[in-house]
């Protein structure tokens, strides 16, 4: 074959091979398919959740909760759960990561006005804690006492979002300077998932929390219930009447 038509079939299908790579390259990203808000009042909506519910703090004292907020892992929700569960009963919400902010914010509001019943708590993610979560915790003082800080997970570094000011959120276990957060990783052994590394599960964030709470905060009340309609009946002495 002549080599100057070779040469021009050469060139032809690099064009259309450019052609082409360039429709590839130059096409517009789909658009992320809507996902509607989930409804953190069913049980469906959440990943992890205590099959009963723990005993109040006015039944047996203080314990820790732990509510679980990841997003983009290619962990299953339940491993996280498994390994946590180690620190106490996991709540782990489903969440949207285009809405993480809104989703966690609405979660842990739902878990604090169903579930929390005056315990502590603590929050284990791979994200830093929106802004969105601030006013949540921040909404009764006496949440936020109980509120033993953040156990970042997946190497995450950041414990608050931009602009989240540390000080607003932790309790005053935590000195001027000191972040409520500590690095936890998770692994595999023996066919359990557990919290990996040397020292107390959790860190300065659960290390002496329980006890701290004992000698620091007041515990929750417990609620007086409806109270029973009552007929007042009036009382005369003998030969009393209304005039």
């Known amino acids: 074959m002549n080599k100057f038509v070779l040469i021009g079939l050469g060139a032809g299908a690099l ?9 590839i390259t130059s096409r517009p990203a789909p658009e992320p398919v809507p996902v509607d808000p989930y409804d953190y009042t069913l049980t469906e909506s959440w990943d992890a959740r205590p099959a009963e519910q723990p005993p109040a703090v006015w039944e047996e004292g203080w314990a820790i909760d732990v509510i679980q907020l990841t997003v ?6 339940a491993e996280f759960a498994a390994a946590l569960g180690a620190i106490g009963p996991v709540y782990a919400p489903k969440l949207r990561a285009p809405n993480f ?27 830093p804690l929106p802004a ?7 909404t009764d003082g006496m949440v936020r006492a109980r509120f033993g800080g953040l156990l970042l997970l997946e190497g995450q570094e950041a414990g608050f979002a931009p602009g989240v000011n540390p000080a607003s ?4 276990r935590f000195g001027a300077g000191e972040v409520c957060a ?6 595999r052994t023996d066919g359990e998932w557990i919290i990996d590394g040397e020292g107390p599960v959790g860190g300065a964030v659960v290390d002496g929390f329980a006890d701290w709470l004992g000698e620091s905060a007041p515990k929750l009340a417990e609620p007086l219930g409806d109270l029973e309609e009552v007929d007042i009946i009036d009382i005369r002495r003998p030969g009393q009447t209304d005039d």
Do not use: H
Not at 106 to 126: K, M, P
Not at 132 to 138: D, G, L, M, Q, R
């Open 15 to 23: 064009v259309a091979g450019g052609i082409a790579a360039w429709m």
């Open 72 to 77: 983009d892992t290619r962990r299953d929700p």
């Open 101 to 127: 902010a809104d989703d966690a914010a609405s979660a842990l509001q739902q878990y604090l006005e169903t579930s929390n019943n005056g315990r502590a708590f603590v929050i284990a993610s791979n994200q």
């Open 132 to 138: 969105s979560a601030v006013p949540v915790i921040n």
């Open 169 to 172: 959120v932790c309790s005053d």
């Open 182 to 187: 500590a690095s936890v990783e998770i692994k």
